[in-house]
Each structure stands twice: as structure tokens, then as C-alpha cells.
């Protein structure tokens, strides 16, 4: 592990120690359903399982700041990204209203996008060329891809297992995977053919019947 992948772990480690633990003990039972940074490392994303979602600043060491909270959907917030359309920094946010929203970093919604019919799992923002878009995936195993411009999905396609899964691009933004467990238990990993919305590739080595979702 590097230094800085060291120091992000730490980081990490202080978020959910101090003032998430805090805010969370003052509301309700909840917990953290993810952390992501931001590109540059500055910003650190948090999403619950009570419909909030929370910024926080990297101030300097041992220095963790709140920057935004955010009731962000009805009920719990799934996953949370970073993504930049039209060059604005912004936050992407998904929950278990079936919505996928979009947020400035003063946590004025920019976007809406509708369609999906289960809640959301994961979403992954990317850009290719000069086309933005986010993925999305729902626990029905629906993928979508959704373009900011007209706000509607350009794809639906299923997904290994038809369950939770989560999707990612390699650090060149050339080749789009996914991970995840059907309800059966199976888990898959695979390479996805982005413009056909086909599997390329499928990844061995799994256990048999995982009893949680990889």
C-alpha cells in the first residue's frame, strides 16, 4: 500500500470514527452504506442508511471538517460518487426511492433521473470523450445508463445473477466490470461490452453460495 493510499485509509478511518458516529448517535439507529472521495482528494463523501448524506473536508491533519449534509432521498442512500457534467464538480447519490439524483457542492439538486423500478444499488458517473453519463444499477439486476443532457437512460440490460452488483471502469476509463451476488448466492465478476450491453468476459475463482453480497 502506498503512502497516500495509507493516509486515505486513515482518513477514512477518522471519518467514520468521529463526527459520522457523532451525527448518526443523534438520530434514529443508522448506519454508513458508503464512503467514496473525491478525484482530488479533498472531499469525502458519505452515504446512510437513513436517507442523509454528508461532505466532509479534509482540513489539514487530524482535521475533518462537515461541509454539507444532505436529506438526500425517502429512505435509505445506497452509494454515493463524484462526477463532473459540463465541468461542475458535483455529487451523485441513488437510494431506495428508485431515483438517482445529482447534487452541486452547495447541495442545490441539479438533476433528477427516474425509471427504475427497485431501488438503486450503485451507481458509476464516467465520461467518454466529450459524453458524460452515469451507470446505475438496481436490485432487480437492471443496469441503466443515464445522459445529463436529456436525462433519460440510453441503456437497459441485465446483469449476472438479476441482483445487486456494483460497476466500475479501470484508471484509463477503457474497460467497464462489474461485481456482484445473485439471490442464489452465485457471484460474478465480469468485463462488460459497454456499447452492445454484452458480457465480454467472465471471471472465475468465486466460492460456491456466498452468504453475503460481493
Wanted: charged share 20%.
Amino acid at each position: 500500500m502506498s503512502s497516500q493510499e495509507s493516509s486515505f485509509v486513515t482518513l477514512g478511518q477518522r471519518v467514520l470514527a468521529n463526527p459520522l458516529k457523532a451525527s448518526v448517535a443523534k438520530d434514529a439507529p443508522s448506519s454508513v452504506s458508503r464512503v467514496t472521495w473525491s478525484p482530488d482528494g479533498t472531499l469525502c463523501g458519505a452515504a446512510f442508511s437513513k436517507n442523509l448524506i454528508n461532505l466532509y473536508a479534509d482540513a489539514g491533519p487530524n482535521d475533518l471538517r462537515q461541509q454539507l449534509g444532505i436529506d438526500a432521498h425517502v429512505g435509505a442512500v445506497n452509494d454515493i460518487a463524484f462526477a463532473h457534467p459540463n465541468k461542475q464538480p458535483c455529487i451523485v447519490t441513488c437510494g431506495e426511492d428508485k431515483l438517482l439524483k445529482v447534487w452541486d457542492l452547495t447541495g442545490r439538486k441539479l438533476f433528477n433521473f427516474e425509471g427504475h423500478e427497485a431501488s438503486v444499488y450503485s451507481i458509476c458517473p464516467h465520461q467518454k470523450e466529450n459524453i458524460q453519463f452515469t451507470f446505475s444499477t438496481a436490485i432487480d439486476g437492471k443496469i441503466k445508463a443515464w445522459l445529463y443532457d436529456n436525462m433519460r437512460s440510453g441503456v437497459d440490460y441485465d446483469a449476472p445473477g438479476h441482483w445487486c452488483i456494483t460497476m466500475l471502469y479501470n484508471a484509463e476509463g477503457s474497460r467497464l466490470f462489474s461485481c456482484g451476488t445473485g439471490k442464489d448466492g452465485d457471484s460474478f465478476l465480469v468485463e462488460w461490452n459497454e456499447s452492445e450491453g454484452a458480457i465480454k468476459r467472465t471471471y472465475a475463482g468465486f466460492r460456491k453460495k456466498s452468504a453475503g453480497v460481493v
